[in-house]
């Protein structure tokens, strides 16, 4: 019978990827000595490893001296802070100062800003515009013949319930007298008595 292999082709980058994922090379360690992690195929002669040796305290002695020198400046910094009276809470006010103007300066702010003007000046003009449109319906309202048959059968009531006032004057003055002749009514009359001067 056929027997069938199945090759799986691999290209240059998932193979280099696959060899970097899958490759257990050891990640060295604050302080660990390289010449110890080189593997014993690529054994080193004595004189090289002392000279990775010197260099590595070479270069650990460096990252010392400039761990201590950023220290002191961060102290200088810290300092000359203090003596101007610039406080924790200033820096972060200055900060956020500063990262709004940045914000503010972008074009997408700008964009923004004179789209919400413009939607601003247009919602005003249509409220304008609905504002005018009541209005209009009001003043359509009280000239209709419905309003001034209820303002003819207001008066009337007026002159019944007023009695000496002549009929007319417009819809408030009628409300007004109506809602004084009502309260006149219903406050209660204090009479005088020999016993209360």
Known sequence: MFEVKKTVARTDFEGAFLDGVLRTDPVLEEGEDAAATISTSEA?????????????????EEIQTLSQVLAAK???????????????????????????????????????????????????????????????????????????????KVENLKSKVGGTKPAGGDFGDV???TANAS??????????????P
């Open 175 to 177: 409300l007004n007298s």
């Open 183 to 196: 309260a006149a009514t219903t406050e209660p009359r204090t009479e005088q008595t020999p016993e209360n």
């Open 44 to 60: 080193l002669s004595e004189e090289e490893q002392d000279e990775l040796r010197r260099e590595l305290a070479k270069v650990e």
């Open 74 to 152: 961060e102290k200088h910094l810290a300092e000359i802070k203090r003596k101007l009276g610039i406080s924790s809470l200033q820096e972060i006010k200055q900060n956020i100062s500063k990262g709004w103007q940045d914000v503010t300066a972008t074009s997408a702010y700008k964009k923004t800003s004179e789209t919400l003007s413009q939607a601003g000046q247009k919602a005003s003009a249509a409220f304008s515009s609905v504002g005018s449109v009541i209005t209009k319906k009001l003043e359509d309202v009280k000239n209709s013949p419905t309003f001034k048959s209820f303002e003819e």
